[in-house]
């Protein structure tokens, strides 16, 4: 475990919200003092911090790797920040990102031609971790002139029976 500042606050909190209650019940200084540094790690690793890990957004971030992105297509979000970040298709022609992504799982809809636009290809990146999280990220690629123009990120929402 790796000690940082944000631990030791965290540890601090936890450790006066405990102590605050355990003095409630005992006002002998040195029990509620021993009760609280041993229920402190329990409390925060049994009960805080499973919640922080629920609620918030975090995820791990990756790298691009060609190999990562077809073997592991629901973890495909940790990769999309590189690939926006560092713009890392612009200017690919069709047959690279064919390569470096494999063929297009669908074709974004194009209302002037009311057909699906062979120049919009959609991927899917998998749902980030999260509770109640129903929204899949998906990236949307552009082309022009069999160039890549523009990526789009955004949510489909997604209804589980």
């Known amino acids: 475990m790796i000690v940082t500042p944000l631990l030791v606050i965290f540890l601090v909190v936890v450790f006066i919200g405990i102590w605050l209650f355990v ?3 005992d006002k002998r200084k040195w029990i509620t003092f021993l009760v609280s540094l041993v229920l402190t790690p329990v409390v925060y690793f ?3 911090y499973p919640m922080i890990n629920i609620f918030s957004s ?7 790797s060609t ?3 077809e073997e592991n297509p629901q973890l495909r979000y940790e990769m999309a920040n590189q690939i926006l970040a560092d713009s890392l298709l612009i200017g690919h022609s069709k047959n690279d990102v064919e390569a470096l992504l494999g063929k297009p799982e669908w074709l974004s809809w194009d209302d002037t031609l ?3 636009s062979q120049n919009k ?3 899917n990146l998998g749902f980030k971790p999260g509770a109640f999280n129903n929204m ?3 990236l949307e690629l552009q082309f022009i002139y069999n160039k890549v123009k523009s990526i789009k990120p955004y949510q489909l929402e997604k209804t589980f029976e």
Do not use: D, G, S
């Open 23 to 25: 003095n409630t019940i």
């Open 46 to 48: 049994y009960m805080f």
């Open 58 to 64: 975090y995820h791990h971030e990756k790298h691009f």
């Open 67 to 69: 190999k990562a992105w």
């Open 114 to 116: 009311k057909v699906n």
């Open 121 to 123: 290809w959609n991927y």
């Open 136 to 138: 899949q990220e998906c």
